[in-house]
């Protein structure tokens, strides 16, 4: 089974800067993009980077310039270098993927289990 796993998250003071890492494991025929959301108390969950497998990217403008996303390919790993970190970025952070699972017809999305990144003094 496809399994997404978050980590690098923490406590980090404003200014500070953090490096997320998500790995896809199991049996991934594919990919077509992978990405970072984030959901904050009270808060819908929003889109905070993306990556297509052609390599193409995606923030909003709340943390363009701030954020970088980038993968491995033969890793199944995407990054978030998250730097000049707000205390509005505090939030849990999450990775999706869409993923061909050996052994299924069609691409899917799954989500890891997220992991919580505070900005504060």
């Known amino acids: 089974q496809v399994q997404l796993v978050e980590s690098g998250g923490g406590l980090v003071q404003p200014g500070g800067s953090l490096r997320l890492s998500c790995a896809a494991s199991g049996s991934i025929l594919g990919m077509t993009a992978m990405g970072w959301y984030r959901q904050a108390p009270g808060k819908l969950r929003e889109l905070v980077a993306r990556?297509?497998?052609?390599?193409?990217?995606n923030y909003p403008d709340s943390v363009k310039g701030r954020f970088t996303i980038s993968r491995d390919n033969t890793k199944n790993t995407v990054y978030l270098q998250m730097n000049s970190l707000k205390p509005e970025d505090t939030a849990r952070y999450y990775c999706?993927?869409?993923?061909?699972?050996?052994?299924?017809?069609?691409?899917?999305?799954?989500w890891g289990q997220g992991t919580q990144v505070t900005v504060s003094s």
């Open positions: 990556i297509t497998a052609g390599g193409s990217t």
């Open positions: 999706n993927a869409n993923l061909l699972e050996y052994g299924s017809s069609a691409y899917r999305n799954y």
